[in-house]
């Protein structure tokens, strides 16, 4: 629960990507293919994700099947 307290749930851009462990250009291209969520408009010109919409959407991505190359 800590974690929880500590990380806001609304994330910029930025540290949207940091959350998933994702570089800025990476997260933008999941977030064009849909494979993210859309930002939430906060303010007239401020844009943010919501935490729990990127975990739910993190559970979903693929994960690397073994034998697979890095």
Known sequence: MEDAMRTPRGLDRIKAAEYIGASPSS???????????????????RYVWDRRELDRAFDKLPTRKTGGDW
């Open 27 to 45: 997260f933008d291209k999941l977030v064009a293919a849909g494979s993210l969520p859309q930002p939430k408009r906060v303010s007239l010109k």
